[in-house]
């Protein structure tokens, strides 16, 4: 009986599943929060599905592409908003990181203040 060796390329992959599952630097968070996002000269009611101290996942903001600089403010914390880049679209919604060291740091303290 001879076994079969799998390939270079498959092993590779079945080596790496768990570092392509989690890319991410920071964990997520599940939360529902509303929100309403600014794009350009257009203002949509989103909402957003996941956060992370790096940015989230929104939802219900219709035309986003990869690329699209946008501002952010929940609606728990009203007189903040955050500046942001939407990384990517998918089926779950648009994919955005907080843009700028000013604005991470107040992300990282509000983040914190919403899931205490």
Sequence with gaps: MSETQPSAG???A????????ERRRAPR???DLDCT????????????R???TGGAMLRRVPGLVGGDMLRIRVARLPDISFHAR?????LLGAHVEIEGPVDQELWEDAMADLLA
């Design 29 to 31: 968070f599940a939360v």
């Design 14 to 21: 079945e080596a790496m599943p768990d570092a392509r599952r």
């Design 86 to 90: 939407v990384r990517g679209v998918s």
């Design 50 to 52: 996941d956060i992370s």
């Design 37 to 48: 996002v600014f794009t350009g000269r257009h203002v949509h009611e989103g909402q957003l």
């Design 10 to 12: 498959q092993a590779d």
